[in-house]
């Protein structure tokens, strides 16, 4: 029933911008730059609406004895309605992204009031002064660069493991950003952020303190075309080689999670019934450190990243000090991955993540992932058709085999 009022409510929308046409003007832009823009009379607002999907098919296979033991799927890996542009003046912008599918919206609990979580990003960003902007809102904190980066301007079809273990993905708070020349063409960029400290779409209890990020960037050959330092794959063939180095540091003040503001809360003497009383949760501070570097040069492109989580009490105990099982995932992770492209629109993809956990603390083996990826880029990100093949070694367990395919696209 919420999902069909949602739909409702977008449909509405849509349908009121389109006919109000003499209130604004509306722009039709190229394939992949939007939907449809509209634009007030007066030009003191502007909004452009964008839709993509991703429709993924994947095959699993246990690997330890030989291939055996397959399992399939198919399905809407995300389905995401955008709207931004700017508000009164062009210095005041807003971006504003809802997810449909039900990934998407995966994760309702008593501190959603037991809602999908639609929304992903609700941000406004006001440029005060000079090279100063001010976000606030909700949108993904400046940790680590994949997280960053689009889905759907990814290299390969998804994500790594190092991403999935340690990121620190999205929540509501304010970011200060800045950046400026040490020469003509070495480029610094600065980010601090405070957040709740509780992950997306929290609308009940603020467990513990807040959570405090600084990111710094460094271009020592300038910045990349059109963004580029955050998309998969060098589409726009720098002619001139282009790196950029970044390193963000998060404290997350009495956490209660078992990743930081991700994962699941940490429970002490059996109160799980009890989630909003504040007494009932293991909290300890918890850092993250990440390291990272993207270079991009006439189609061949390089990523790679480090990240490291620790935790000042890591292990969750009840009252009487015996523990709960529950404990935070710390350990850290390395990610490489490259890609070159054969051609304007084709690309292959090679990647190495490596996952070493605390075992003491977790129990948790070492992963080994080997992802080899082919991209036919039809109108670069916005319309694309992604494979890859991923080989997971997981110390003495069951090592897996998976195989994905993706059609993505982009308007």
């Given at each position: ?229 955050y998309k998969g794959s060098d589409l726009a063939f720098e002619e001139q080689p282009k790196l950029s180095l970044g390193i963000a540091y998060d404290f997350n003040n009495n956490a209660s999670k078992t990743r930081s503001n991700q994962g699941s809360y940490m429970f ?144």
């Amino acid at each position: 029933m919420k999902v069909s009022i949602l739909h409702k409510v977008v449909l509405i929308f849509c349908t009121c911008m389109f006919l109000n046409t003499e209130a604004q003007k509306t722009i039709a832009p190229e394939f992949g730059k939007g939907l449809f823009k509209l634009v007030g009379k007066d030009n003191s607002w502007s909004m452009k609406v964008g839709l993509r999907f991703q429709s993924l098919a994947t095959t699993n296979w246990n690997a330890s004895n030989g291939i055996s033991n397959p399992s399939s799927s198919m399905l809407i890996r995300r389905s995401r309605l955008k709207f931004d542009g700017f508000a009164y003046s062009p210095k005041l912008k807003y971006k504003v992204e809802l997810g449909l599918s039900n990934r998407d919206q995966s994760g309702a609990s008593a501190y959603t009031s037991n809602a999908p979580r639609y929304i992903l990003d609700a941000l406004l960003k006001w440029n005060f002064s000079g090279n100063f902007v001010l976000w606030f809102g909700q949108t993904k904190l400046p940790g680590n660069r994949e997280r960053v980066i689009s889905s759907a301007n990814l290299q390969q079809v998804d994500r790594s493991l190092l991403n999935s273990r340690f990121t620190i993905d999205r929540d509501m708070g304010f970011q200060l950003r800045h950046h400026f020349k040490l020469t003509d063409t070495f480029l610094v960029k600065e980010i601090f952020s405070m957040a709740q400290g509780e992950g997306r779409n929290i609308t009940t209890g603020n467990i513990g303190g807040h959570q405090y990020t600084t990111r710094i960037e460094l271009f020592p050959f300038g910045d990349f075309t059109s963004k580029g330092d955050y998309k998969g794959s060098d589409l726009a063939f720098e002619e001139q080689p282009k790196l950029s180095l970044g390193i963000a540091y998060d404290f997350n003040n009495n956490a209660s999670k078992t990743r930081s503001n991700q994962g699941s809360y940490m429970f002490i003497d059996n109160t799980k019934d009890k989630i909003l009383n504040d007494r009932v949760y293991h909290r300890t501070n918890i850092s993250t450190l990440f390291i990272d570097a993207m270079y991009k040069h006439k189609g061949f492109s390089l990523m790679a990243e480090y990240a490291n989580r620790d935790a000042k009490d890591p292990l969750a105990k009840n009252s009487d000090g015996s523990l709960t099982g529950d404990e935070v995932q710390v350990g850290h992770g390395l990610n490489i991955q490259t890609g070159y492209l054969v051609s304007k629109t084709v690309e292959v993809s090679a990647r190495y993540t490596n996952i070493s956990l605390d075992k003491i603390i977790t129990g948790k083996d070492s992963e080994n992932q080997y992802t080899l990826g082919l991209s036919k880029y039809v109108a670069g990100h916005s319309l694309k058709v992604q494979t890859d093949l991923s080989y997971t070694d997981i110390g003495f367990k069951t090592n897996q085999l998976l195989y994905r395919l993706q059609v993505d696209i982009h308007f």
